[in-house]
């Protein structure tokens, strides 16, 4: 009986995209980009597919572009934006000793786009 270790996801570093990149264009199989990168064949098959579009290569800087879009669609909008207005509230009110209770109850009433 062989037991496998369980292993841990890592998303793909530029680095590796760069590999992937020249690996493609030196014409390497999915496979055997797999074991240099010491991932599964289908991780590279779907960063493959996923990024190059239909009659076009992969590219390692358009694959990390796409990348962080993806990631920035991902993950929810702050709810409070360094840049703004509100920010610059809740220090002043926090530097004045209100708990963060006081202060999310005083700013709930207020429409999002207030500040």
Request: charge should be positive; glycine fraction near 6%.
């Amino acid at each position: 009986m062989h037991l496998q270790t369980p292993t841990r996801y890592e998303q793909l570093q530029p680095e590796d995209r760069m590999t992937i990149a020249s690996m493609t264009q030196q014409g390497c199989s999915m496979r055997a980009m797999a074991r240099m990168l010491h991932r599964a064949p289908s991780t590279i098959s779907r960063e493959v597919e996923c990024t190059a579009g239909a009659g076009t290569t992969y590219g390692s800087h358009a694959a990390e572009v796409s990348c962080q879009a993806r990631r920035r669609v991902a993950r929810p909008a702050a709810k409070l934006d360094v840049e703004s207005l509100a920010w610059m509230v809740v220090l002043s009110l926090l530097r004045s000793k209100w708990s963060p209770r006081q202060i999310a109850g005083t700013l709930k009433p207020l429409p999002p786009g207030r500040f």
